[in-house]
């Protein structure tokens, strides 16, 4: 069964660094997300991309996160400038386009350490 | 917006047990519901899920869930509950349409079940 990978599975940076989430979503998903999981807290929501732009984003994404799709199949999420309340576990998630596809599939994750 | 509601923040079982997480949402539209469950250490796994037609959906692992539309309710059961099923549990919605709509999550039980 297909399904979407992430890279790397941990990663750990000092505050103020830059970091880069990778995602690789299932071929042919049109839909793709972020969320984010803070040790012992519940699946937040952070942005929602298609078409190339971003269609919806929740306040925790401030200026110091963006995503893309550089070359038309990785999909990433950028901090800026990383703060120790960044380190979270950071979720991929695609979903296929069309009427039907209803379900998003989510990836393992990126335990992401701010030191 | 859409809201997710689950009761129970811990449950302690002894295995054999029977189990029933609740799990209550609030949208004023036409929903896809969702359990996930997360083993320790480990990422999202997807349950079961409900989008449309017979109300009472199985699941992977002897899980089923009942969507009772009138209640706005969603809850988890299992018959006999076994030491590996020890994790947490997320109820998940969101709205059902063919866009971008985001997963909206609750807040997540914890199960301990004890051998």
């Known amino acids: 069964e297909p399904e979407v990978t992430q890279t790397p599975s941990h990663q750990v940076t000092q505050m103020g660094q830059e970091v880069i989430l990778r995602c690789v979503p299932i071929?042919?998903?049109?839909?793709f997300y972020w969320y984010r999981q803070i040790l012992g807290q519940k699946v937040e929501f952070l942005v929602s991309f298609y078409n190339n732009e971003i269609s919806e984003k929740s306040e925790i994404f401030d200026d110091q996160f963006s995503v893309e799709r550089p070359d038309g199949s990785n999909f990433t999420l950028k901090i800026r400038s990383t703060k120790l309340e960044d380190s979270a576990m950071y979720f991929c998630?695609?979903?296929?386009?069309?009427?039907?596809?209803?379900?998003?599939?989510f990836g393992p994750g990126t335990r992401l350490t701010v030191t | 917006a859409q809201s997710v509601s689950q009761h129970n923040h811990h449950v302690i079982l002894s295995e054999a047990a029977s189990l029933e997480l609740g799990c209550n949402y609030s949208?004023?539209?036409?929903?896809?519901l969702f359990w996930y469950v997360q083993y320790p250490g480990q990422h999202l796994q997807l349950l079961l899920k409900?989008?449309?037609?017979?109300?009472l959906v199985k699941g992977i692992k002897g899980f089923e869930a009942e969507f009772i539309k009138s209640k706005f309710s969603f809850n988890l059961r299992k018959p006999s509950v076994q030491w590996s099923d020890t994790a947490e549990y997320f109820c998940?919605?969101?709205?059902?349409?063919?866009?971008?709509?985001?997963?909206?999550f609750g807040t997540g039980t914890k199960l301990q079940v004890i051998p």
């Open positions: 949208y004023g539209g036409t929903v896809n």
């Open positions: 998940a919605v969101n709205a059902r349409n063919g866009g971008y709509q985001k997963v909206t």
């Open positions: 409900y989008f449309s037609g017979d109300p």
């Open positions: 998630a695609t979903k296929g386009g069309g009427g039907g596809a209803q379900e998003q599939y």
């Open positions: 071929s042919n998903h049109l839909y």
